[in-house]
């Protein structure tokens, strides 16, 4: 039977890490959330991020812009917060209006204010293994898979889903730690090949947003599976796979609610102190 690999546990280690740091640096530090419009989908997100800035002593402040603002509206706005000396991290809460686009919007964030860790100069450093400021989420996956002990050297690592958010940066934070890395996506799916790539998986890393695609029997014995995926069933979340059926083949196994999630919001804090340099 599997064991847990929850989040929780690591969340403390790393928030008491970083509130020494702050607290030696002696520093006042400001998270700026902005969100476009009203939308119930951002304040499950800036709710928890207010909660785990509050707890650090770091200043939260959003600030919700007008529907119709348009992309430079946008972008003006973020300049200004760049040149802001006291405000160290700008976060953009999605989902944004149909008329802004994200990526293009998100460009405009200064690299060491870039508490998502997706300004394309953060990304470029992964290449050379560098990066400092990560993308939370496939941050969060490196932190649960380090605090378990496991040497990835030589492993199969099969990650489901090539976002830009998770699939794309693990694969590179993966490669460092000289794992063999496997990146399946919808392509797999549509060739009927994604059940052959995961039984072969030493570690699995889902992050597709579909619940149920991942069979239990498909999991290797004493495999490690980690489940990024959150999906709404009935008025259930679970993952992308069957965990009980999982839990009976693998070593280690994230709960969904409680696993990768957790872990996620604390990264946009590390991130923060990183770009703060303290
Ligand atoms: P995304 O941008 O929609 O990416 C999903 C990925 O899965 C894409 O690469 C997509 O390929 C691929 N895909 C879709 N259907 C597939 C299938 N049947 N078989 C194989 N691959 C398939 O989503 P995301 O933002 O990366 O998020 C993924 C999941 O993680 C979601 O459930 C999200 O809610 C969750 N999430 C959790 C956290 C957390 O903190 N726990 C953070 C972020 C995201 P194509 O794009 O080519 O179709």
């Known amino acids: 039977m599997a064991k847990l690999l929850e989040g929780k546990i690591l969340v403390e280690q790393i928030k008491s890490i970083l509130r020494d740091k702050i607290n030696s640096a002696g520093k006042k530090l400001k998270l700026v959330s902005i969100q476009v419009g009203v939308n119930p989908a951002?304040?499950?997100?800036?709710?928890?991020?207010?909660?785990?800035?509050?707890?650090?002593?770091?200043?939260?402040?959003?600030?919700?812009?007008?529907?119709?603002?348009?992309?430079?509206?946008?972008?003006?706005?973020?300049?200004?917060?760049n040149q802001d000396n006291s405000v160290n991290g700008i976060i953009i809460q999605l989902p944004l209006p149909l008329h802004i686009d994200y990526k293009k919007i998100s460009q405009f964030i200064t690299p060491g204010k870039d508490v998502e860790g997706m300004h394309p100069l953060n990304l470029g450093k992964l290449i050379f293994g560098k990066a400092k400021i990560l993308p939370c989420t496939a941050a969060a996956v490196m932190e649960l898979l380090s605090s378990i002990g496991l040497n990835l050297s030589g492993k199969e690592?099969?990650?489901?889903?090539?976002?830009?958010?998770?699939?794309?940066?693990?694969?590179?934070?993966?490669?460092?730690?000289?794992?063999?890395?496997?990146?399946?996506?919808?392509?797999?799916?549509?060739?009927?090949?994604?059940?052959?790539?995961?039984?072969r998986a030493d570690v699995l890393i889902m992050a597709v947003g579909k619940a149920g695609l991942v069979k239990g029997e498909w999991i290797k014995e004493g495999a490690v599976v980690i489940d990024v995926g959150i999906n709404k069933v009935g008025d259930k979340i679970v993952g992308d796979v069957d965990f009980e059926g999982a839990s009976k083949r693998a070593s280690w196994i994230t709960p969904v609610p409680g696993g990768v999630g957790p872990l996620t919001v604390i990264m946009l804090m590390r991130n923060l102190v990183e770009g703060a340099n303290l």
């Open 42 to 81: 951002c304040e499950v997100y800036v709710k928890s991020q207010k909660r785990a800035a509050d707890l650090l002593g770091i200043e939260y402040q959003l600030h919700q812009l007008d529907k119709v603002t348009n992309g430079e509206g946008l972008v003006s706005f973020i300049q200004e917060l």
């Open 157 to 199: 690592v099969v990650i489901v889903g090539h976002s830009e958010i998770v699939g794309k940066p693990l694969s590179l934070l993966l490669l460092e730690k000289l794992a063999t890395v496997t990146v399946c996506h919808i392509g797999t799916f549509k060739a009927g090949k994604l059940e052959e790539h995961i039984k």
